[in-house]
């Protein structure tokens, strides 16, 4: 069974720092793009940042450019989202995502993302 796990979120002050993680089991990661996605409650689920499926292209939105930086480990079946300077509007609960697409595609798009974890939640707030 094909599977993502998020950890590593939690409460964090403003300007702290967090690591998602990303666990594929059931599946290997190599042709597929995996994205970020948060949702606040109220709100659309958003794309934070994706990752082509070489990791040789990534896509950030411009809320979260300079402060997050998205990553994978192929071999270990792992993504990452390192978020650092977090803001109180960061909160919201995090998503990976995980799209088999053409080696270089990066986009963020929810609808193009097959596969989704159960999310991880990340408050900011002092």
Do not use: H
């Amino acid at each position: 069974q094909q599977q993502l796990a998020e950890s590593g979120g939690g409460l964090v002050q403003p300007g702290g720092s967090l690591r998602l993680s990303c666990a594929a089991s059931g599946f290997t990661l190599d042709y597929y793009a995996i994205g970020w996605f948060r949702q606040a409650p109220g709100k659309e689920r958003e794309g934070v940042s994706c990752i082509s499926s070489g990791g040789f292209r990534t896509n950030y939105a411009d809320s979260v450019k300079g402060r997050f930086t998205i990553s994978r480990d192929n071999d270990k079946k792992m993504a990452y989202l390192e978020m650092k300077n977090l803001k109180p509007e960061d909160t919201a609960t995090y998503y990976c995502a995980a799209s088999i697409r053409p080696p270089d595609y990066s986009d963020c798009d929810p609808n193009d993302y097959g596969y989704w974890g159960q999310g991880t939640q990340v408050t900011v707030s002092s």
